[in-house]
């Protein structure tokens, strides 16, 4: 008897070859059939999902959970995220409390063990760092420096120490010499050499600093192109996020004062003010179990009641740029940036999925090239062999997608239901840890699952 079955839908699935209607089977949690037609009699409970596109669960390789993301990213559509920055007692903390049912890797940023660090950190100091993340729990580490650079030295030798111990490491390119643009992507791949690095969201160092928005794209994927070493992802949302953290009356963020001279702000708390009050800087104010955006005079109200240390939202992605970014293929016909991610979670842009049907509609991706972009390279970036696919034995993790809407009506992790009709149903969820942070996760007593880190694809070659 299958514990599931979801009839009639369009199962694209790129890593099989099938993109049809056909039927697929859940038991526990694993696909259990794919077939063209399977009896109604031989499953517990039958949906019929004819209409609708029934693609393997998506995973965002860039998110922010921070509590309410974890049913902001269920809702809207997946099924597996990695957690960029969070130290391993929040996720365990929230994992119980706010759990979305989602499964959940995280890297923690290097910075949360050395809060009053400056540019520098000594090489027992990152040995250290990377050690106790994976101990923690964690995948390994993260780095922003676009937000809070280290000097390429310090940056390269937390790159190089993530790969002697093998240990998950991404960076938000910027360091002391460079910043948050094109000449950090440009640097970072420099600072990697033939080590593996992770580097965050592509678009964003492709906002029109430099030069423009399309040349900086086209630059940034001849230096990322044929990069085996290197895993990458990018963004489709017009917003960015970043912190409204003033100190002395200067925002703290490199981000933040590079959105404010974008339009010609001061790079000031009041410049901060006047973005807010002027709908440009959009406020990130909790409500509701979500995350809004407010700006105008509330908005300030709300900035000014966090003592500016609250995310702000500012629209400047370029749009031609992010889809020049999701669509670039090699000359083999792979995608030069793996994967679609979001950046989102408590950042409300969890928009990878209907952007993406979107670039679909448009004819500048098929269905089974998204399915690429939001699911397979992203199983294959953290090495997840049973997820990215619904072969039998894969992992029962399901987005199910209305083209109509181009949203996501139903999300499935590990053979349960977790999304419905954008109602999240689903509770706590699943840890992803290595076999260093096997008993620390054991210990807090949350499920989870070991991977093995040298299949990840800055590993594996
Ligand atoms: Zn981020």
């Known amino acids: 008897m299958y514990d599931l079955l979801l009839k009639g839908g369009l199962i694209v699935d790129p890593k099989n070859g099938i993109e ?14 794919v077939a063209s037609e399977i009896d109604a009699r031989k499953a517990k409970v039958a949906i019929n999902v004819s209409g609708k596109i029934v693609f393997p669960g998506v995973i965002d390789t860039h998110v922010h959970l921070r509590r309410l993301g974890y049913r902001m990213v269920a809702k809207a559509g997946v099924t597996t995220a990695l957690d960029m920055g969070s130290p391993a007692k929040e996720i365990i903390e929230d994992l119980k409390v706010y759990g979305s049912g989602i499964n959940v890797a995280f890297l923690t940023n290097i910075r949360t063990y050395y809060p009053n660090a400056g540019a ?51 960076f938000h390119v910027g360091t002391t010499e460079t910043g ?26 492709c906002r029109g600093l430099i030069k423009d928005p399309i040349v900086e794209a086209l630059e ?55 973005a807010i009050l002027d709908g440009y800087a959009h406020v990130n104010v909790k409500a509701g179990g979500e995350v809004m955006l407010v700006t105008g005079e509330d908005g300030v109200k709300y900035w000014l009641e966090a003592e500016t240390d609250i995310t702000l939202s500012f629209p400047v992605n370029d749009p031609e740029a992010q889809i020049v970014l999701a669509t670039a293929k090699d000359s083999g016909g792979e995608f030069i940036i793996d994967a679609i991610s979001t950046d989102g979670g408590a950042i409300p842009r969890n ?13 500048a991706l098929s269905l089974s090239e998204l399915a690429v972009k939001l699911s397979l390279n992203p199983a294959r970036m953290l090495g997840l062999e049973s997820k990215g696919h619904l072969g039998v034995g894969a992992d029962a993790d399901v987005t199910v997608v209305d083209p109509s809407t181009c949203k996501a009506c139903m999300g499935i992790a590990r053979g349960e239901v977790i999304m419905i009709n954008d109602i999240v149903v689903g509770r706590g969820g699943c840890i992803l840890t290595t076999e260093r942070g096997r008993e620390a996760i054991e210990r807090a007593n949350v499920p989870y699952k070991v991977i093995d880190l040298s299949k990840t694809k800055i590993y594996s070659r």
Not at 20 to 33: L, N
Not at 180 to 205: F, M, R
Not at 249 to 271: K, Q
């Open 20 to 33: 049809d209607i056909m039927d697929i089977a859940i038991t526990g949690s694993k696909i259990a059939e």
């Open 120 to 170: 520098d950190l000594t090489d027992s100091q990152i040995e250290e760092a990377v050690d106790r993340a994976l101990s923690e729990g964690a995948l390994g580490i993260k780095i922003t420096g676009g937000h809070r650079p280290f000097t390429p030295k310090t940056t390269a030798k937390i790159i190089e120490e993530c790969n002697r111990q093998m240990a998950y490491i991404a």
């Open 180 to 205: 948050s643009d094109l000449n950090g992507l440009i640097e970072a791949v420099e600072l990697a050499g033939s080590n593996g690095l992770h580097i965050a969201h592509i678009n964003s160092y």
């Open 220 to 274: 940034a994927l001849k230096h990322l192109r044929g990069k085996r070493n290197i895993a990458s992802e990018s963004y489709l949302a017009l917003i960015n996020g970043t912190s409204g953290k003033c100190e002395n009356g200067v925002p703290v963020s490199r981000v933040t004062r590079n959105c404010l001279r974008m339009r010609g702000y001061p790079e000031t708390f009041d410049g901060i003010k006047q």
């Open 351 to 363: 928009v990878a999925i209907e952007k993406g049907m979107l670039l679909v509609k448009f004819g």
